[in-house]
Structure formats: C-alpha cells, structure tokens
Nanobody, 122 residues
C-alpha cells in the first residue's frame, strides 16, 4: 500500500507561482512513476504531468507546458509540481498519483492522494 499526501496548495494571484509537494509513505517510492492531476468544479479529473521513476522522462498536458515543471527526490520520497504563470483556469483540486509512466496520462494509476486546493484569483 502506498499513501500519498499532497501539500502546498493555496490562494495565489494571476501570474503567481506555487509549488506542490507529494510525500509518499513507501520504501519502494523510486520504483513508481509519479503524476499530477487536477479537477476543477463541474469538470472531470484531468492529467497534468508525469515523471518516470528515475526522472529521466516527463510528460505534460498541453495546457501547462512551459509553465509547470514536475520533479522528484527519491531520497525524500517526494514528488513536486512547480507551477508558474498561474491563470484562473488553473484553479482546481490537484491530486498526486503513483503508477506506471506509460499509462499515467490515461488516468490508470495505482494510488491517489487526497488532493490539495489551488485557487488562482484574477
């Protein structure tokens, strides 16, 4: 069993930045690809970014390319999502996920975190 706990959400103005963290409670963290998803009110959960188990490969949704950066620290068992140039459309609950890199963008993940709210004011 893998437990994922997100942190770092909050309220930020348009153009601002936030860094989300996802702490994993497993000794096998480095064997999982990690991903971030988000769900805005009234919308389905959507893929945001993924990173392979060693960090060699990354994948991003078109809507966040160039603004968001996913990274990981396998010593700290933590994944990160650096979000820059935030826009009101980025407002959502952001979820951390663990699973296989090849299918992460489809939402087929093994484990989910509980989510953290990000609100971008205009």
């Amino acid at each position: 069993q893998v437990q994922l706990v997100e942190s770092g959400g909050g309220l930020v103005q348009t153009g601002g930045s936030l860094r989300l963290s996802c702490a994993a409670s497993t000794r096998t963290f480095s064997t999982y690809a990690m991903g971030w998803f988000r769900q805005a009110p009234g919308k389905e959960r959507e893929f945001v970014a993924a990173i392979s188990w060693r960090g060699a490969r990354t994948d991003y949704a078109d809507s966040v390319k160039g603004r968001f950066t996913i990274s990981r620290d396998n010593v700290k068992n933590t994944a990160y999502l650096q979000m820059n140039s935030l826009e009101p459309d980025d407002t959502a609950v952001y979820y951390c996920a663990a699973g296989r890199f090849e299918v992460m963008s489809t939402g087929r993940v093994g484990y989910w975190g509980q989510g953290t709210q990000v609100t971008v004011s205009s």
